[in-house]
């Protein structure tokens, strides 16, 4: 299938290995990208609005602001999956279900780019959901990652 082998050439090209830690993760793409990366936590986004976190791409760094939540796992997974939408080159920016509602809180100058991003295929989500779902077993240390794929989208 081809979003498989977009992946697994996408987790090959990181250079990274089969084990991983998420900061070796961060560096590499920021390195790639030649432009500091932040990761900032949300107190504001909150999940019951389907949003799990957002990626804003301004002239001098990318920001992958992320939803509050108990869990580590969780909060990862959210991270990896703005992640895999840079690693895939999927462009500027990412609004993983934004609601219209959130937006005030987004600072007014990443709005127009947030806002072209919100029409996304699905194609594009699968691909960024399945790498992060094997960057996650390469942090764990899994060889090989359980795709769960087909229990999202079967
Ligand atoms: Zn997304």
């Known amino acids: 299938m081809k979003i498989e082998q977009t ?5 090959a090209g990181l250079e990274l290995g089969n084990t991983f830690a998420l900061d070796d993760l961060l560096h590499t793409v920021q390195d790639r990208r030649h432009r500091r990366l ?6 504001d986004l909150d999940t019951h609005d ?5 990626w804003l791409s301004t002239d001098a760094e990318d920001v ?8 580590a796992l969780h909060r990862q ?4 999956h703005e992640l895999a939408h840079m690693i895939l080159g999927h462009g500027e920016g990412d609004g993983c279900a934004v609601g219209e509602v959130l937006l005030p809180n987004i600072p007014p100058y990443t709005r127009g780019r947030l806002l072209r991003r ?6 594009t989500e ?3 959901e399945s790498l992060a779902d094997r960057l996650a077993a ?3 240390g899994s060889v090989f990652a359980e795709s769960r794929y087909s229990e999202i989208f079967g």
């Open 7 to 11: 992946v697994s050439a996408a987790v």
């Open 38 to 43: 932040r990761v900032v936590e949300l107190a």
């Open 50 to 54: 389907g949003l799990c976190a957002l």
């Open 64 to 71: 992958v602001l992320h939803a509050r939540s108990d869990s």
């Open 77 to 80: 997974q959210f991270v990896l």
């Open 118 to 123: 919100q029409d996304l295929d699905s194609e």
């Open 126 to 128: 699968i691909a960024a």
């Open 138 to 140: 390469g942090i764990r």
